[in-house]
């Protein structure tokens, strides 16, 4: 599976963003895809994944009530809607794939990662 990123940039605090990743390679789409993200000097931190349906979706406690996931009706592209977005929000983010529904917040689920994105907000 190949994941590619976009939609990074930079935003002032209260801002939005949208993050886009594309999976290819395989006839069906992952079971899961998520985001994950790593501010400098920290750990990679979950921040939400959503199954192939669409139907179930899941968030990283930060980011909850501000952030919104989605994937496409063809379950290849995932969507990271980014509201209210703070200066603790910044880091590179993300995008993977994993076979593990029950492992989704799971950074070491994760058998394909896509190339980080920046997202920078100043405050």
């Known amino acids: 599976v190949q994941l590619q990123a976009s939609g990074g940039g930079l935003v002032q605090t209260g801002g939005s963003l949208r993050l886009s990743c594309a999976a290819s390679g395989r006839p069906e789409s992952p079971r899961v895809l998520g985001w994950f993200r790593q501010a400098p000097g920290k750990e990679r931190e979950f921040v939400g994944a959503v199954t192939r349906s669409g139907r179930s979706t899941y968030y990283g406690d930060s980011v909850k009530g501000r952030f919104i996931i989605s994937r496409d009706i063809n379950g290849n592209t995932v969507y990271l809607q980014m509201n209210s977005l703070k200066p603790e929000d910044t880091a590179v983010y993300y995008c993977?794939?994993?076979?593990?529904?029950?492992?989704?917040?799971?950074?070491?689920?994760?058998?394909?990662w896509g190339q980080g994105t920046q997202v920078t907000v100043s405050s």
């Open positions: 993977g794939a994993t076979s593990r529904y029950d492992l989704y917040d799971r950074l070491n689920a994760y058998e394909y």
